[in-house]
């Protein structure tokens, strides 16, 4: 059985940092793709970041491209998500999936639905 878990949420200040971890178990990533999504109280769930673990293409939301970068240790069967100069409107709960069909695919999938395992969130608060 496959099992996500994110680590790494917290409260910071805007302009601030956190890393983000997503260590998966029961499953090497190594042919998956690893997605990072939000969802804010009240809004849907968003696509944020991806990475292909087999040759590290990755994907961005605009709204985090340059401020946000995604990485994986596939020996470390864990995925991270360096976010730099945090706003007030990414708080939100971040959840990590795993798309086990990311081989077929020509990019990552940026759709909550192409993803077949997820973990449970952990918690980015962001105060102005």
């Known amino acids: 059985q496959v099992q996500l878990v994110e680590s790494g949420g917290g409260l910071v200040q805007a302009g601030g940092s956190l890393r983000l971890s997503c260590v998966t178990s029961?499953?090497?990533?190594?042919?998956?793709?690893m997605g990072w999504f939000r969802q804010a109280p009240g809004k849907e769930r968003e696509f944020v970041s991806a990475?292909?673990?087999?040759?590290?293409?990755?994907g961005y939301a605009d709204s985090v491209k340059g401020r946000f970068t995604i990485s994986r240790d596939n020996a470390k069967n864990t995925v991270y998500l360096q976010m730099n100069s945090l706003k007030p409107e990414d708080t939100a709960l971040y959840y990590c999936?795993?798309?086990?069909?990311?081989?077929?695919?020509?990019?990552?999938?940026?759709?909550?639905?192409?993803?077949?395992?997820w973990g449970q969130g952990t918690q980015v608060t962001v105060s102005s």
């Open positions: 029961g499953r090497t990533i190594s042919s998956y793709a």
């Open positions: 990475i292909r673990c087999t040759d590290g293409i990755t």
């Open positions: 999936a795993a798309d086990r069909d990311a081989w077929r695919r020509v990019t990552v999938v940026r759709t909550a639905t192409g993803y077949d395992y």
